[in-house]
């Protein structure tokens, strides 16, 4: 009896060990790869090309791609339409800033073209602002309101590119008064960008309107030329303010910017 049980002992060992494998070695997973049991993320090299330059950037599988700032090429007379997977034509995997459209996918293309428009194509619109009307403070008071306009990344790519250029900032909207006359109709500032530190582009710029018509949304625009130097935060600030006016608070609604490029004909 004692024999047999001697030849039972290796067996039961191997049972043991077996049985600490299967305890042990998830915990040891857990500790490779996380709480959530996912391995890291797998990095994939993708070539650039912009004619006869290229680069090669690492994106993460599952991550959205974004490339720095200061790879993302620019070009005199053009904006970037994107990075896409033919020279021509091809599905776009980059936008203007370098972003991926989606989390990258293990599927992706490893070559990407750079592809480019003319900025003479080049007009952005703001989103219409105060559709619904906006009221400068109401009767006998002077106030205030804020109208920012931040730009495209095709326009923001096309600025960098660009900045011994002139640009167009072209602005409309509607302004009503309930008691007349206007005596000092709307009066407009333009900042460089939005927030602390904003130089001033234009200065008490004055927009007058029919000084009688009250109770009536009158149509006024006004339009800017500015070095494209001066635009490369990417947004502007406009300021309305009304001076005093006897009788009447004044409204302001749809407000709209655009935002092009000038003299830039005969661009190869």
């Avoid at 602002?129 to 306009?149: I, K, M, P, Y």
């Avoid at 008691?179 to 004055?206: E, F, H, K, Q, W």
């Amino acid at each position: 009896m004692i024999k047999n049980l001697e030849k039972k002992r290796p067996f039961k060992i191997l049972m043991i060990c077996l049985l600490a494998l299967i305890i042990i070695f998830p915990l040891s997973a857990c500790d490779l790869f996380g709480d959530d049991n996912q391995p890291p993320p797998a990095t994939v090299s993708v070539v650039l090309v912009d004619g006869d330059d290229y680069f090669t950037a690492g994106f993460e599988i599952g991550q959205i791609a974004e490339l720095e700032l200061e790879k993302v090429t620019t070009r005199q007379g053009y904006f970037l339409q994107g990075y896409f997977s033919d020279i021509s034509g091809g599905a776009r995997y980059l936008d203007s800033a370098g972003r991926s459209l989606e989390p990258w996918g293990a599927n992706f293309p490893q070559r990407l073209y750079a592809q480019w428009g003319q900025i003479s194509e080049l007009k952005h619109y703001s989103e219409v602002f105060a559709e619904n009307g906006v009221v400068l403070q109401g009767n006998n008071l002077s106030g205030s309101t804020n109208f920012d306009f931040t730009f495209s990344d095709e326009v923001i790519n096309a600025i960098r590119g660009n900045l011994d250029r002139q640009i167009r900032i072209s602005l409309t909207l509607q302004n009503l008064w309930t008691r007349g006359p206007m005596l000092s109709g709307i009066t407009l500032n333009m900042y460089d960008r939005i927030g602390a530190g904003a130089t001033r582009l234009v200065s008490d710029r004055r927009m007058p309107t029919s000084r009688h018509a009250y109770n009536y949304w009158h149509n006024l625009s006004a339009e800017f030329v500015l070095d494209a130097l001066s635009t490369q935060q990417g947004a502007l600030r406009f300021v309305f303010s009304r001076g005093f006016q006897p009788l009447g608070a004044v409204h302001l609604r749809n407000i709209q910017a655009s935002i092009e490029f000038v003299n830039v004909g005969g661009l190869d």
